[in-house]
């Protein structure tokens, strides 16, 4: 039951913009293209973050990622991107 709530309540958070975090290993190779081409939505991405930390002390490396802004002309749910 409560998976479901969470469910709902995702569907009814509503935005123009999305972030999230892409992960070389885990996205396909031509994964901007799908975004600009076959979804041809707006996409901000950073260059690839392959030097950050997790901490000071340790100097453990996080996973190379991109960090990615989505543009969409309407208000779109969780669900809908």
């Known amino acids: 039951m409560a998976e479901q709530e969470k469910t709902i ?10 972030t999230f975090i892409v992960y070389p290993e885990s996205a ?7 975004l600009a081409d ?3 939505v707006k996409a ?3 260059p690839l973050h392959d030097k950050d930390i997790l ?14 802004i ?3 002309d309407n208000q779109k749910s969780f669900n809908q991107i």
């Open 28 to 34: 396909p190779e031509n994964w901007r293209s799908i």
């Open 55 to 68: 901490d000071d002390v340790e100097q453990t490396p996080k996973k190379a990622h991109y960090h990615v």
């Open 9 to 18: 309540k995702q569907d009814k958070t509503r935005a123009k913009d999305w």
């Open 70 to 72: 989505l543009r969409f």
């Open 38 to 40: 076959k979804l041809q």
């Open 44 to 46: 901000i991405i950073s």
